[in-house]
């Protein structure tokens, strides 16, 4: 069985995204289904990782990759009459990576949906930015045999907000494994001055307004930390980019807008505490990063993250800034809370494997080509109920 896989994100994207292709193709090649995965990656946008870090030197898997507008793929596959499965030189299965569906000619189809924050009318994204999504997202849930989650929660919302059936979705946990390869057996040591730590796009979904509002009680309680963020700047930034500059506690606050994935297991491992009070998530996987780190975690009781986080991050109704405040403000001030928690944290985080990831999506592609979901029970029943 040939699987072609869209890995234009691999290439260029650091986000999650980016992440979740490169370590799902990286365990493919390290289980020996190399010679299998043909990879699209026609984007004019230089390559941002050497094959070597992208986890295929060496390997069989064929990039297919020509140095072409992504945006104009659609037109080039329209005038030469092929599918993107012509372009990877022929396959059983194309695995859809990005919302924007590629037309495929023969090959069964396969698509990756993150999450349906698009659906709702929260204000997380401009209301033309959300129906366009939407829009896309049920194109791809009609053209796919398989719709691979990494969560039960957002397997849940496609069947409910984009009429996915039930026996079509296949949840692949995600994995924070690759935060491991980076860590050196001796740690870190101790930073120069102890900091709190969050990982996210800065935007309304992901909550810094009310993160901030809860640091600022921990100024005003007295402890020494700083609090680090490293994420671009999303929808609604703006917001908090104001807030910051007028808070009493701005000094004590660095926004990195940009940090390499190198300098990631450090902060991650340096820090006290994780804190990551998101008000919608289709998975979460910086709060697992920071757990297989050590660093213990606060985060939200909502959405996907209490099904990720289990029992081994302190959750909080992320609404309430005095609930975050208080989360954090007893794991910077209670070793053994904030040893029991980083204790199981580490367990929990190791649960957590991209060969794992690889196995289930490897099965899903099975299932399609088999046709398989016509047939079975549904497989999200449970999360429904």
């Known amino acids: 069985m040939r699987i072609g896989i869209d890995y234009r994100s691999a290439l260029i994207n650091s986000e999650g995204i980016g992440r979740y292709v490169r370590e799902l193709v990286h365990a ?4 020996g289904f190399d010679e299998h995965l043909g990879l699209f990656g026609y984007t004019l946008t230089g390559a941002r990782y050497s094959q070597e870090e992208l986890g295929i030197k060496g390997s069989r898997a064929e990039l297919c990759r020509l140095r072409f507008p992504a945006r104009y793929t659609p ?3 329209r005038l030469l009459k092929k599918g993107v499965d012509d372009l990877v030189g022929g396959c059983e299965v194309f695995h859809h990576i990005l919302p924007h569906r590629l037309e495929v000619r023969q090959a069964v189809q396969v698509s990756t949906i ?15 930015a959300a129906a366009h999504m939407t829009a896309k997202a049920k194109e791809l849930v009609e053209c796919s045999e398989r719709i691979l989650v990494p969560s039960e929660y957002v397997g849940a919302e496609l069947v409910m907000a984009l009429g996915a059936h039930p026996s079509k979705v296949t949840v692949t946990h995600l994995g924070c494994d690759h935060i491991a390869r980076d860590l050196p057996p001796e740690g870190f040591g101790e ?3 102890p900091y709190i730590f969050t990982v996210s796009r800065v935007d309304a979904r992901k909550n810094h307004l009310r993160m901030l ?8 309680e007295g402890l020494p930390h700083r609090w680090i963020i490293a994420g671009p700047p999303g929808h609604g930034a703006e917001l908090f980019r104001e807030a910051l500059a007028n808070s009493p506690a701005r000094d004590r606050v660095e926004w990195r807008e940009s940090v390499p994935d190198e300098e990631l297991p450090k902060l991650y491992s340096q820090a006290t505490a994780f804190l990551f009070a998101s008000l919608n998530e289709g998975f979460g996987l910086p709060p697992l990063e920071a757990m297989a780190c050590g660093t213990p975690v606060v985060s939200s009781a909502v959405t996907s993250l209490p099904e990720v986080c289990g029992d081994a991050a302190f959750l909080v109704e992320p609404t309430d800034s005095e609930r975050i405040f208080e989360a954090t403000r007893r794991l910077l001030t209670e070793p053994d809370l904030a040893e029991s928690f980083s204790v199981v944290g580490r367990q929990r985080a190791r649960k957590f494997t991209w060969a794992e990831c690889a196995k289930s999506t490897l099965l899903a592609y099975r299932a399609a080509q088999e046709g398989a979901g016509k047939d079975e029970e549904p497989s999200l029943l449970r999360a429904l109920q």
């Open 75 to 77: 037109g080039l596959l």
């Open 28 to 31: 493919m090649v390290e289980m």
């Open 114 to 128: 993150f999450d349906a924050i698009y659906t709702l009318d929260a204000g997380y994204l401009a209301p033309e």
């Open 191 to 193: 930073p120069r001055d």
């Open 213 to 220: 509002e809860a640091f600022e009680m921990i100024v005003k």
